[in-house]
């Protein structure tokens, strides 16, 4: 009897976590883009974990948790990185992460958007993510992007509250490989 509950474990084990993907920095990318001067500027962040528990035939179970460490931003300018990590912005002595969870999916044209608590600087704000998802060999591509205002977030403090220097819109846009997890 135990044996037999032992075989059933392991072979629905793998069948039961098939739908949970993972990806990290070193399985494709987080970069955003502003105006800062009337510039375009890009960045990335260089620390993040994404988990998405995802079955398309039942979108209604699923859940995407998204978790950056804001000190790892890197706009390639030492100067703005500085200005970026401070209170100013994500002030990242204080808020070190920025997360976003969604448990609500809806299809959206050929890809899926996720509605779901963004919490940055300790604003939590409801924010749709469009996405989409297709096999990569035995990792799945998962590419979309966010625009979002930096000043409904708190981004943006004392003289960087205007936006004659730094724009209010943000583009965010993933690239990943996501893998089964672990």
């Known amino acids: 009897m135990i044996l037999r509950a032992l075989l059933i474990t392991l072979v629905l084990t793998p069948a039961a976590r098939a739908d949970v993907r993972q990806a990290g920095p070193a399985a494709g990318t987080l970069e955003f883009s502003g105006i800062q ?34 000190g790892s931003v890197d706009t390639q300018d030492g100067e703005r990185d500085q200005v970026l990590k401070s209170p100013d912005f994500f002030w990242v ?22 509605t779901g608590e963004l919490t940055i600087r300790g604003v939590k704000k409801t924010v749709p993510v469009g996405f989409t998802l297709m096999p990569a060999g035995a990792a799945t591509a998962m590419k979309g992007s966010v625009s979002l205002k930096r000043l409904a977030f708190g981004l943006g403090q004392g003289d960087w509250a205007s936006t004659e220097w730094v724009g209010d819109d943000v583009e965010i846009r993933f690239d990943l490989k996501l893998t089964p997890a672990r």
């Open 37 to 70: 001067a009337g510039a375009k500027f890009t960045g990335a962040f260089k620390n993040f974990h994404v988990k998405l528990d995802f079955d398309p035939a039942k979108p209604q179970t699923g859940s995407l948790d998204v978790t950056v460490e804001t």
């Open 93 to 114: 002595e204080k808020h070190p992460q920025a997360v976003f969870h969604s448990a609500h999916f809806e299809r959206m044209g050929t890809g899926w958007r996720a």
